[in-house]
């Protein structure tokens, strides 16, 4: 039977360096016996390379050679589990503060944030770093693994520090549910089955609470159906249709819509996806799109029902800057927003956020790892949605013309911690 989508949850971990976060992961997939023999096999070898005994479970994540050597994970590292319950797609993310870029990535597409954090060192600069962009990129639910218990003697009190630290700062971002759990993920207690050493929890495991989440809430949407159109297909006989992902509200044959920018109304007569035609579609779906009349819609373009969204070339956006060189004015960049690539400009920076007291500061400029308000205009007009109605027609990426490199993103709108 075809999973629906809110049987597969999508979780990011995230934390400081050495917290314990690709352990954990690695604790999860082998307790409940997601690896092949081979991959078990190859966990073994690089363990014993590394003279770090038989079994090193943050190497079940760490894929590339250059993580396993130095013990670090880089790259986000993209794992699928599932249990009888429900499917999972895991997202590694990189602690350290230079790889904060990866860590976005990883985050961009996930229904919940897998904290963890060191029990002996509490909420670290790079965890509130991490929770941020998080926030910002509209996870609205938090697991907090709050591991290494062993080491502090599965002191309540200790965890309980963390917890209030967390809770606060959860609170300030906006965070609608937080879910504390103690572990020790090298020990495996509280990870899937419960713990004989923490007789004061009755909470979940980990592995428990990940079940009971919510999942799908990157197809929550306050907005009406969105197309981003990215291809035209000629049909037999004659006729076009327009193909692309479904985002925001469902889709059904019969709906007014309205193509912009061109702000041309007509009405969908067909859907139809890689199973065949359907009289509706849900937001996560490929589909092409047939219209009641002609249009010259192409790849750029976007398909909507009401409300509507903006049609602008200048707007408000809270960035993350990942760039080496700060962003500056006079720096070439173009904007990738759905389908859709036009050169940018940036006309002001509004101010700096600081990590630590989530106030926005004024500032001139943005430099690696900063997160900023931005005015931006752009060279064509944009079909956009303020990102905490829309996570798809509400967000970008900022590319250097000259290296091609991503060097931000981009959310359209202040975020609501702001």
Not at 180 to 199: F, M, W, Y
Not at 305 to 319: D, G, R, S
Request: proline share 3%; charged share 20%.
């Amino acid at each position: 039977m075809k999973l629906a989508a809110k049987d597969l949850l999508r979780l990011a971990t995230v934390g400081s360096v050495d917290d314990g976060k690709s352990t954990l992961i690695g604790r999860l997939l082998v307790d409940t016996r997601q690896l092949f023999d081979d991959q078990l096999s190859a966990v073994v070898a690089a363990s014993e390379k590394r003279g770090v005994g038989d079994l090193d479970l943050s190497f079940v994540t760490d894929g590339l050679r250059a993580e396993r050597e130095q013990g670090i994970t880089i790259d986000v590292a993209y794992r699928y589990a599932s249990t009888p319950t429900r499917k999972f797609i895991i997202a590694d993310c990189p602690g350290h503060l230079q790889y904060t870029r990866n860590m976005a990535t990883g985050a961009s597409t996930a229904d919940l944030a897998l904290v963890v954090l060191n029990v002996a060192h509490g909420v670290k600069e790079q965890t509130r770093r991490h929770l941020c962009i998080a926030a910002l990129l509209g996870v609205r639910t938090i697991i907090a693994a709050v591991n290494k218990m062993d080491e502090v003697n599965w002191s309540e009190a200790a965890y309980l520090s963390v917890v209030d630290e967390l809770r606060t700062l959860s609170h300030e971002l906006g965070f609608e549910s937080v879910t504390p759990i103690p572990v020790s993920a090298l020990l495996g207690e509280n990870v899937v089955e419960r713990s004989s050493h923490l007789d004061w929890y009755d909470g979940p495991s980990v592995l428990q609470a990940l079940e009971a989440c919510e999942a799908g809430s990157w197809t929550h949407s306050g907005t009406g159906a969105r197309l981003p159109v990215q291809w035209v297909l000629r049909q037999n006989g004659g006729g076009r249709t327009y193909a692309g992902m479904l985002n925001g509200a469902t889709l059904h044959v019969g709906d007014e819509v309205t193509l912009l920018p061109a702000n041309v109304t007509t009405t969908v007569t067909s859907l139809t996806s890689g199973s065949g035609p359907r009289r509706a579609a849900t937001a996560g779906l490929a589909i092409d799109v047939g219209l009641a009349d002609e249009t010259d819609a192409g790849r750029g373009d976007l398909l909507a029902t009401a409300p509507l969204p903006q049609v602008t070339k200048e707007f408000v956006a809270t960035v993350c800057w990942f760039g080496d060189q700060p962003l500056r004015s006079t720096q070439r960049l173009r904007l990738k927003h759905t389908t859709k690539v036009t050169p940018v400009r940036l006309r002001e920076i509004s101010g700096v956020v600081d990590i630590e007291t989530l106030s926005v500061n004024p500032g001139g400029e943005l430099t690696t790892n900063d997160i900023g308000l931005v005015t931006l205009q752009t060279a064509d007009w944009l079909v956009v949605d303020d990102y905490r109605d829309n996570r798809v027609t509400g967000s970008f990426v900022l590319i250097d013309e000259v290296t091609n490199a991503t060097v931000a993103a981009g959310m359209i709108g202040r975020a609501a911690f702001l």
